[in-house]
């Protein structure tokens, strides 16, 4: 007999959410193991490319295989080839479009999975040191959990932790380029830059957003506001983009030093990091920065308004709080709101690509 309410429902539908680990594993290893490199230089057979990278599992026609079933090779008489998308953006030679930088680090963190039932249960945080670090050198963190269990202080200085150590920095600021591609790539034609002169990132890591505006928008000028050790980085990226004449870091706190003023302000990934109290103050020392007329524009990985739809804005906001002291995602009208409160006006919220979306203000 049939159980009431189950008609046209499979337990696959729960099997297939439970068991997504098994194919995004398969795709960070592919990134770790140089996959997509190596087909883009070579397209070969599954020996050939087992040969290439010495590789010896029985089931390595299966992972490439499953690697051509999301979209990410094309496979014709045997040979293996990359698909338009990942052409795009897993292409180590095309540095300003690459994303690997944030599957490595996803694929440093993977074991750290294991211990969301403890966090959850005892309120501690994580420390991703370690797998920061091993991102940048394109390594996973081995049989280590991929991050350290620890009590959370309001002393913590959790942006200190990633940025102890040249490797730690660079596996921290690629990870962000990567998230934030196609926030970067929307936001050149989804907001109007044709009255802005100079745009200032706050929080800029390498600079990959002001790279992309700057390229699409020869008459930008940009500048980068973040602590001094993204500086290396920072003048690598830019250089790389060919800004690196209309674009120049500033280094600073911004919990101890006035925002570089523009006629733009951007913040992009850097609200859902900090507390409320926080937030507020940061959109507020926006505010004063601004000359009349100026815009804030804050992109982010929102939650949906009723909190049921953007799976990803709740994940991302359950990861922030996995690893920051007090960071939590937002609504776009919690944000609006904030910026209400702070002296903004005409205040909107709109879809950039995928999970990520801009909340603009003007002053």
Wanted: hydrophobic residues 40%; contains cysteine.
């Amino acid at each position: 007999m049939e159980r009431q309410g189950t008609a046209g429902q499979s337990p696959h539908e729960i099997i297939k959410v439970a068991t997504a680990f098994w194919t995004s594993k398969v795709v960070l290893s592919a990134v770790e193991l140089g996959v997509f490199a190596e087909v883009a230089k070579n397209p070969s057979t599954v020996e050939e490319l087992c040969a290439a990278l010495s590789l010896k599992g029985r089931g390595a026609r299966d992972f490439f295989d499953i690697l051509v079933s999301v979209g990410l090779l094309e496979r014709e008489d045997g040979v293996y080839r990359t698909s338009p998308l990942s052409a795009a953006y897993l292409n180590p030679d095309d540095p300003v479009h690459d994303i690997s930088g944030y599957l490595l680090y996803l694929n440093s963190v993977y074991p750290s999975r294991t211990l969301l039932s403890d966090c959850l249960r005892t309120g501690e945080r994580l420390n991703y040191d370690h797998a920061l670090a091993a991102a940048a050198t394109g390594r996973a963190a081995g049989t280590a959990p991929g991050a350290r269990m620890m009590p959370v202080s309001a002393d913590d200085d959790t942006f200190g932790e990633a940025f102890a150590t040249p490797d730690q920095v660079t596996g921290f600021v690629r990870s962000m380029t990567g998230y934030s591609m196609g926030a970067h790539l929307a936001l050149t034609s989804a907001f109007d830059w044709s009255g802005v002169r100079e745009v200032v990132d706050v929080g800029c890591s390498e600079g990959a957003f002001l790279a992309h505006m700057l390229r699409a928008h020869p008459h930008l000028r940009g500048v980068g506001f973040d602590l001094p050790q993204v500086g290396d980085r920072f003048s690598a990226y830019v250089e790389t983009a060919g800004v690196q004449d209309r674009a120049h870091l500033v280094t600073g706190n911004f919990f101890s030093d006035p925002l570089p003023t523009g006629d733009v302000i951007v913040m992009g990934h850097v609200l859902h990091d900090w507390d409320l109290v926080t937030k507020q103050m940061l959109i507020h020392k926006a505010y004063d920065a601004l000359p009349s007329g100026g815009r804030l524009l804050v992109y982010e990985s929102l939650i949906d308004d009723e909190r049921r739809v953007n799976t990803t804005g709740m994940v991302m906001s359950l990861n922030v709080s996995l690893v920051s002291v007090g960071g939590l995602g937002y609504t776009g009208a919690e944000c609006t709101s904030w910026m209400t409160d702070a002296g903004f006006r005409e205040t909107s919220v709109s879809h950039l690509d995928g999970p990520e979306y801009m909340v603009v203000g003007v002053k």
